[in-house]
Protein backbone atom coordinates (compact mmCIF):
# COMPACT_ATOMS: atom_id res chain seq x y z
CA UNK A 1 0.00 0.00 0.00
CA UNK A 2 2.91 2.45 1.01
CA UNK A 3 6.29 2.34 -0.20
CA UNK A 4 8.64 1.22 2.01
CA UNK A 5 12.10 3.52 2.72
CA UNK A 6 14.72 1.70 1.30
CA UNK A 7 12.67 1.39 -1.69
CA UNK A 8 14.60 2.41 -5.55
CA UNK A 9 12.20 2.34 -8.65
CA UNK A 10 15.46 3.44 -10.74
CA UNK A 11 19.03 2.01 -10.32
CA UNK A 12 21.29 2.46 -13.40
CA UNK A 13 24.52 0.47 -12.98
CA UNK A 14 27.43 1.21 -16.03
CA UNK A 15 30.51 -0.70 -15.54
CA UNK A 16 33.45 -0.19 -17.95
CA UNK A 17 36.92 -2.06 -17.59
CA UNK A 18 39.71 -2.17 -19.95
CA UNK A 19 42.60 -4.36 -19.71
CA UNK A 20 46.36 -4.83 -21.57
CA UNK A 21 47.44 -8.53 -21.49
CA UNK A 22 51.30 -9.43 -21.70
CA UNK A 23 53.07 -11.18 -23.97
CA UNK A 24 51.71 -12.16 -27.44
CA UNK A 25 48.68 -10.51 -26.34
CA UNK A 26 50.08 -7.03 -25.63
CA UNK A 27 48.91 -4.07 -27.68
CA UNK A 28 49.34 -1.19 -25.24
CA UNK A 29 52.68 1.46 -25.43
CA UNK A 30 56.34 0.03 -25.66
CA UNK A 31 59.41 2.11 -24.54
CA UNK A 32 62.71 0.04 -25.71
CA UNK A 33 61.37 -2.96 -25.93
CA UNK A 34 59.26 -2.94 -22.16
CA UNK A 35 55.89 -2.95 -22.24
CA UNK A 36 54.45 -0.40 -19.67
CA UNK A 37 51.27 -1.26 -19.30
CA UNK A 38 51.44 -5.41 -19.47
CA UNK A 39 48.80 -6.95 -16.92
CA UNK A 40 47.00 -3.15 -15.95
CA UNK A 41 44.01 -2.30 -16.66
CA UNK A 42 41.22 0.19 -15.49
CA UNK A 43 37.65 0.03 -14.17
CA UNK A 44 34.84 2.60 -14.62
CA UNK A 45 31.57 2.46 -12.23
CA UNK A 46 29.00 4.92 -12.55
CA UNK A 47 25.92 4.78 -10.46
CA UNK A 48 22.45 6.71 -10.57
CA UNK A 49 19.45 6.06 -8.22
CA UNK A 50 16.46 7.67 -7.87
CA UNK A 51 15.67 9.03 -4.75
CA UNK A 52 14.31 7.04 -1.83
CA UNK A 53 10.70 7.82 -0.45
CA UNK A 54 10.19 10.16 3.18
CA UNK A 55 7.26 10.97 4.71
CA UNK A 56 6.78 14.40 4.52
CA UNK A 57 5.29 16.90 7.53
CA UNK A 58 3.11 19.58 8.12
CA UNK A 59 4.86 21.16 10.86
CA UNK A 60 8.30 21.89 11.90
CA UNK A 61 9.67 21.02 14.83
CA UNK A 62 13.43 21.20 15.92
CA UNK A 63 15.36 18.55 13.55
CA UNK A 64 12.02 17.00 12.43
CA UNK A 65 8.20 17.41 11.97
CA UNK A 66 4.58 17.03 12.88
CA UNK A 67 1.14 15.81 11.25
CA UNK A 68 1.93 13.91 7.61
CA UNK A 69 1.40 15.82 4.28
CA UNK A 70 0.18 13.15 1.54
CA UNK A 71 0.70 9.62 2.56
CA UNK A 72 3.77 7.69 4.54
CA UNK A 73 6.47 7.84 2.43
CA UNK A 74 5.08 9.62 -0.23
CA UNK A 75 7.41 12.24 -1.39
CA UNK A 76 10.77 11.63 -2.55
CA UNK A 77 14.85 12.46 -1.91
CA UNK A 78 16.43 13.59 -5.17
CA UNK A 79 18.68 11.69 -7.54
CA UNK A 80 22.00 10.43 -6.64
CA UNK A 81 24.58 9.97 -8.83
CA UNK A 82 28.21 8.71 -8.40
CA UNK A 83 31.21 7.55 -10.69
CA UNK A 84 34.32 5.05 -8.93
CA UNK A 85 36.96 4.68 -10.44
CA UNK A 86 39.99 1.83 -10.18
CA UNK A 87 43.76 0.98 -11.64
CA UNK A 88 45.56 -2.10 -10.97
CA UNK A 89 48.21 -4.40 -11.95
CA UNK A 90 48.82 -7.47 -12.02
CA UNK A 91 52.88 -8.62 -10.86
CA UNK A 92 53.70 -12.47 -11.27
CA UNK A 93 55.72 -13.10 -8.42
CA UNK A 94 56.37 -16.66 -9.84
CA UNK A 95 56.35 -17.89 -13.61
CA UNK A 96 53.68 -16.72 -15.39
CA UNK A 97 53.33 -20.44 -16.96
CA UNK A 98 53.58 -22.51 -13.58
CA UNK A 99 50.84 -24.62 -12.37
CA UNK A 100 49.98 -22.41 -9.43
CA UNK A 101 51.36 -18.61 -10.10
CA UNK A 102 51.75 -16.48 -7.49
CA UNK A 103 50.50 -13.17 -8.36
CA UNK A 104 49.94 -9.69 -6.41
CA UNK A 105 47.31 -7.27 -7.68
CA UNK A 106 48.12 -4.06 -6.69
CA UNK A 107 45.66 -1.42 -7.42
CA UNK A 108 44.30 2.29 -6.51
CA UNK A 109 40.99 2.94 -6.52
CA UNK A 110 38.97 5.86 -5.64
CA UNK A 111 35.47 6.24 -4.82
CA UNK A 112 32.96 9.06 -5.82
CA UNK A 113 35.75 10.37 -8.27
CA UNK A 114 33.57 13.50 -9.07
CA UNK A 115 33.61 14.15 -5.15
CA UNK A 116 29.67 14.65 -5.83
CA UNK A 117 27.65 15.64 -2.60
CA UNK A 118 24.61 13.26 -2.85
CA UNK A 119 21.78 14.12 -0.44
CA UNK A 120 20.83 11.19 1.31
CA UNK A 121 18.53 12.79 3.78
CA UNK A 122 16.15 15.50 4.36
CA UNK A 123 14.67 17.39 7.16
CA UNK A 124 10.76 16.17 7.09
CA UNK A 125 8.85 19.70 7.00
CA UNK A 126 11.01 21.30 4.65
CA UNK A 127 12.21 18.92 2.29
CA UNK A 128 16.08 20.45 2.66
CA UNK A 129 19.33 18.76 3.73
CA UNK A 130 20.05 22.02 5.30
CA UNK A 131 16.87 23.59 7.16
CA UNK A 132 14.68 21.96 9.18
CA UNK A 133 12.27 24.69 8.67
CA UNK A 134 11.89 25.55 12.77
CA UNK A 135 13.04 28.92 13.38
CA UNK A 136 10.86 30.63 10.54
CA UNK A 137 7.32 28.56 12.30
CA UNK A 138 5.44 30.46 15.04
CA UNK A 139 7.16 27.70 17.34
CA UNK A 140 10.73 28.80 16.48
CA UNK A 141 9.95 32.43 16.84
CA UNK A 142 8.61 31.58 20.38
CA UNK A 143 11.70 30.23 21.35
CA UNK A 144 13.70 32.68 19.92
CA UNK A 145 12.17 35.83 21.89
CA UNK A 146 12.43 33.53 25.08
CA UNK A 147 16.01 33.39 24.77
CA UNK A 148 16.79 36.38 27.00
CA UNK A 149 19.37 38.56 25.15
CA UNK A 150 21.27 35.62 24.01
CA UNK A 151 19.39 35.23 20.21
CA UNK A 152 22.76 35.40 18.24
CA UNK A 153 24.06 32.72 20.72
CA UNK A 154 20.58 30.80 20.17
CA UNK A 155 20.67 31.20 16.51
CA UNK A 156 24.40 29.98 15.78
CA UNK A 157 24.25 26.93 17.96
CA UNK A 158 21.02 25.60 16.50
CA UNK A 159 22.63 26.34 13.20
CA UNK A 160 25.58 24.02 14.03
CA UNK A 161 23.31 21.66 15.24
CA UNK A 162 21.51 22.07 11.90
CA UNK A 163 24.34 20.42 9.76
CA UNK A 164 24.24 17.00 9.58
CA UNK A 165 26.98 14.90 7.71
CA UNK A 166 24.83 12.26 7.66
CA UNK A 167 22.25 13.81 5.20
CA UNK A 168 25.07 13.55 2.32
CA UNK A 169 27.28 11.41 1.02
CA UNK A 170 30.72 10.18 1.56
CA UNK A 171 33.18 12.67 0.18
CA UNK A 172 35.85 11.36 -2.51
CA UNK A 173 37.50 8.22 -0.57
CA UNK A 174 41.27 7.01 -1.89
CA UNK A 175 42.26 3.46 -1.19
CA UNK A 176 46.00 2.03 -1.91
CA UNK A 177 46.17 -1.65 -1.38
CA UNK A 178 47.06 -5.22 -2.72
CA UNK A 179 45.59 -8.66 -3.21
CA UNK A 180 47.84 -11.84 -3.28
CA UNK A 181 45.92 -14.55 -5.70
CA UNK A 182 47.61 -18.37 -5.35
Known amino acids: MYPLSFDERHRLNLSMDYR ?12 FGMDLLANTGINL ?5 SGRPYTAKLVPSQFGGEGTIGSI ?21 TS ?19 NQRNIINVYSATGSPSDDGYLASSRGLDA ?39
Open 144 to 182: LQSTGGNTEAFLASYQWRMLNPNFYSLPRRMYIGAIFNF
Open 20 to 31: YGSGKRYNGPSI
Open 45 to 49: QAIAV
Open 96 to 114: PDSENPLIVNVYFRVANLL
Open 73 to 93: NGARLPWNFTINARVDRDIYL
